[in-house]
């Protein structure tokens, strides 16, 4: 099958998922065209089967902001086109379906008919989609895909709410590939704890400084806070404040999540609001405990006490608790270490949910192909 798959490709879940998606399905023999304004961030275009169509948006004096949503329409169709494309998949409904939508009229009007498969990632529903200047655009998107899956039950019940739509949505979880994570033994000299984000407000990275001050009052630990975005500054004078600024590391944005997850003690997770939380996964596949909070699809991917803890958002004094069990207790570690990776490798690895999105796409082209 040929599939083209448009996502941000900067640092955040939705394009992460949309990257490691197109990667497995070229190989496991498909044609994956991603079509995008840069390169995604952790795609590997040296995969057979992988093709990378940049999207470029001309500047005129007329335009105060560079019209992206109809670019990318345009290249959409031309690479759906000239390539013989089965479906258009994209990722986060703003602007991506609308452009979708638009690249499936230009089509149709050359006698060419396309499927847009649209999957909902979180904040294109509960922060986008709410704000009124994209309610109604959004509404549209998604009532206009041919088909429609969701990260998790909770995000999937959040988009009916929001916009009344009782079209069926598919959930179709996120997934690990189980190859690039391996459980690595316990090295660190002080308890090393990590949180990956791409620094938003929801993110509350604030948080986990808090949290390595609260802990610190009763054993050495560090914190290494992986990532970048708008809220990284107010993070770093936190930390001087508390006196903690020794202990805390930004190392910036990490190509190599694996790797960086892999040689931690602990997983912080403190969002105000997660659709699903794939570091969360990503940490559990690497036998990385997880402390995080009980909000939105969390408790869809780790189960309290079997593998990780859930706390109420912003109790900082529960979350340093509970960080301190796990880090002191080598038990209760080794327990959550096994539980974790079971879990990734019984409900969420590549082998269970890629084929998902094999039977989703059939079931939107009939099993025809274009090529």
Known sequence: MRIGITCYPTYGGSGIVATELGIELA???????????????RLDTSVQGIHYHEVEVATYPLFQYPPYTLALASRMAEVAERYSLDILHVHYAIPHSISAFLARSILASRGIAIPIATTLHGTDITLVGTDRSYHLITKFAI???????????????????????????????????????????????????????????????????????????????????????????????????????????????????ASTIGGADLLLLPSELESFGLVALEAMASGVPVVATDVGGIPEVLTQGVDGFLCAVGDIEAMAARAYEILTDADLRDRFVKAGRHTAETRFSTQTIIPQYEAFYEELTGGRSRG
């Open 27 to 41: 190989r496991r023999g498909h044609e994956v065209h991603f079509i995008t304004y840069a390169n995604p961030i």
């Open 143 to 257: 009532e206009q895909s041919d088909g429609i899956t969701a990260v998790s039950r909770n995000l999937s019940e959040r988009m009916k709410e929001v916009f009344g739509i009782e079209k069926p949505v598919r959930v179709i979880y996120n997934s690990v590939n189980l190859e690039q994570y391996t459980i690595r033994p316990h090295q660190n000299p002080e308890p090393l704890l990590v949180h990956v984000s791409n620094f938003r407000p929801v993110k509350r990275i604030q948080d986990c400084v808090r949290i390595l001050a609260a802990l610190r009052e009763r054993i050495p630990a560090r914190l290494k806070m992986v990532g970048d975005g708008p809220d990284r500054s107010s993070a770093e004078r936190l930390a001087q404040e508390l006196g903690v600024a020794d202990y805390v590391e930004f190392p910036g944005k990490c190509s190599n999540i």
